[in-house]
């Protein structure tokens, strides 16, 4: 039998939502709905055992760092191991860009 231990952080994705589309050249117009270009996503690694503590620091290291809070969605991709940890030099409470 194998022991799972708990995980010590997390690998977080933060979906940025697509900046604007530019208008048209040619000087044609268009009327009706434009569609927005694809969402962003980054990814964050973040030392916190918690996955709701881990997403919520990952948001805001994301509006610190970029000066934009705008998000669509933060979400938890997997979990990280102590040894994950240590070889990525985290500290408790970290949160860097994967």
Do not use: C
Request: aromatic share 8%; no cysteine.
């Amino acid at each position: 039998m194998t022991k799972k231990t708990s995980p010590a952080g997390w690998v977080v994705q933060v979906t940025v939502p697509a900046p604007p589309a530019p208008p048209s050249e040619g000087g044609a117009q268009w009327i009706g709905r434009a569609w927005p270009s694809a969402p962003i996503f980054q990814y964050y690694n973040v030392a916190v055992a918690s996955p709701d503590s881990a997403t919520e620091a990952a948001t805001a290291y994301h509006a610190k760092a970029t000066a934009d809070a705008e998000v669509d969605g933060t979400r938890v991709v997997r979990e990280l191991s102590s040894a994950e940890i240590a070889s990525l030099s985290l500290a408790v409470g970290d949160v860097r860009p994967a």
